[in-house]
């Protein structure tokens, strides 16, 4: 292999791993939350989730059950009604 053809293939090689960087990052920017208020309540009661890269399609599950409403504010805000049967615990943020 000429130095030609290696350096061709390490920069195909390099432009390729960007490539692959950048629809991951565009692709499934990660949604995070920093927190929610009020941090007591029960079924029914809608809480505030703040955070990053909400989405309308945002779902949430508190204590374990599906929120049945999910209100999607804006990049940063979504609003969940907590679930009948919902146990104290985690919130997990998801994408369908």
Do not use: H
């Not at 990049?75 to 369908?96: F, M, Y």
């Amino acid at each position: 292999m000429t130095n030609l053809s290696r350096i061709a293939k390490s920069f195909l090689s390099i432009l390729i791993m960007v490539w692959m960087c950048f629809l991951s990052s565009v692709v499934s920017a990660q949604q995070t939350f920093t927190y929610f208020s009020p941090t007591a309540g029960g079924e029914g009661d809608t809480i505030t989730l703040k955070g990053t890269n909400f989405s309308s399609a945002t779902l949430a599950d508190i204590g374990g059950r599906s929120s049945p409403s999910v209100i999607f504010v804006n990049s940063t805000t979504i609003k969940a009604v907590v679930p009948i049967n919902a146990i104290s615990g985690e919130i997990v943020l998801s994408r369908p």
